[in-house]
């Protein structure tokens, strides 16, 4: 049974006591504090590892109020510090350690800020890099990128510089060019990604022009969560289509 991470009981999230209950009981024990929390939510923190329920012989969850705590934990460390899931495991799988953890500011802001966050901070900023940067990290020359920019594979951020996550966008485009692949066949890749971008939009958009700060935050996790599924359903697909395993 997974530990309750120590420092996390302090926000008034129910437990379950000492007996297992059923996910359906989970959800309303978490959604005073987590008004936006479904049942879907807590499946997918499970099958990304964060929470390992019992299973009754008919196949039925079973949470304990560890579980509950362990849930609740996930959820401020998404909603109050904007953190993907694979650090917030990371996080909790140190504190089970009796490890120091040291988080982000509530808020996104860095933890050692006086929190003077002005206007539209709710959205944590992303880190930029410069060209000459990009050029260095990716490996490639000026001919090269100005290509990439060209069919919209790569574009500079407003103001001037690249989003850091653009270097990986750069190095797979030139690992597609050793299988002799240009820019301009993956166009499509592009696309689809645009397509499948707008539509976690759809999802986060109405979240976003929540008044509450605690909802925009929520936002930003459930964008970063749905990502992170059409990532994995665009594998799943291609790897159908092709009638192919990949390891």
Do not use: C
């Not at 879907?40 to 109020?65: D, H, M, N």
């Not at 802001?109 to 000459?132: C, F, N, Q, V």
């Amino acid at each position: 049974m997974q530990r309750t991470p120590t420092g996390g009981a302090g926000n008034g999230t129910a437990t379950a006591g000492d007996r297992l209950v059923s996910i359906g009981t989970v959800l309303n024990l978490l959604r005073d504090e987590f008004p936006e929390v479904t049942i879907s939510k807590i499946r997918f923190l499970e099958t990304e590892g964060l929470v390992e329920p019992q299973r009754t012989a008919s196949g039925y969850r079973k949470f304990s109020s560890d579980h509950v705590e362990r849930l609740a934990q996930v959820l401020r460390m998404q909603r109050d510090h904007y953190l993907p899931l694979k650090v917030i495991r990371e996080h909790l799988d140190a504190l089970e350690r009796g490890e120091q953890v040291r988080l982000p500011a509530a808020g996104g802001a860095d933890e050692e800020s006086d929190g003077a966050a002005g206007p539209g901070t709710d959205r944590p900023t992303a880190a930029r890099i410069g060209r000459d940067e990009l050029l260095a990290a990716a490996e490639v020359g000026e001919e090269e990128l100005d290509v990439w920019e060209s069919y919209g594979l790569i574009s500079p951020l407003p103001g001037g510089g690249y989003d850091a996550e653009v270097v990986t966008v750069a190095k797979l485009v030139a690992e597609f060019g050793r299988f002799g692949l240009e820019p301009r066949h993956l166009r499509a890749v592009k696309a689809a990604a645009d397509r499948e971008a707008d539509l976690v939009e759809q999802v986060v958009a109405p979240l976003r022009r929540h008044r509450n700060p605690q909802t925009r935050a929520h936002a930003e996790a459930t964008a970063k969560e749905l990502a992170e599924l059409s990532v994995k359903l665009h594998s799943a697909l291609i790897q159908a289509a092709l009638g192919v395993r990949l390891h």
